[in-house]
């Protein structure tokens, strides 16, 4: 079984920042948290003194153990799909980016 980190850099849709961190704290993250695999999920937010500009505002970082991690991409998307897993507007889906990596 290989251990991964998924990380999701992402934002808001302009002034509506606290309905996007509402919905995810409340929602997303359980939503996520909820798919076999995922063994730890945390956010964060961008600091002002980071030494270089962060691409979004926010970030989430998973904890994965899978065999094949295609199976919990195909397993996300299918809850989307069905509405299992809803996405808020508050989300500026041009912004979401996921980022898998193994460990070594």
């Known amino acids: ?5 998924l990380a999701v850099p992402s934002a808001a849709q302009p002034g509506r920042d606290d309905e996007y961190n509402l919905w995810y704290d409340t929602d ?11 063994v730890s999920g945390k ?7 980071s030494p ?6 926010y970030l989430a970082l998973y904890e994965l ?3 094949d991690p295609s199976t919990f991409f195909n397993e996300m998307g299918r809850r989307a799909q069905s509405g299992e ?3 808020t507007t ?15």
């Open 52 to 57: 270089n500009p962060p691409p979004q505002p």
């Open 90 to 104: 508050a989300l500026d889906a041009s912004s979401a980016q996921l980022w898998l990596y193994r460990a070594q």
């Open 1 to 5: 079984m290989g251990k991964y980190l």
């Open 65 to 67: 153990e899978l065999d």
């Open 85 to 87: 897993m809803k996405i």
């Open 28 to 38: 997303h993250l359980r939503d996520l948290l909820s798919i076999p695999g995922v």
């Open 43 to 49: 956010r964060f937010k961008a600091e002002a003194t």
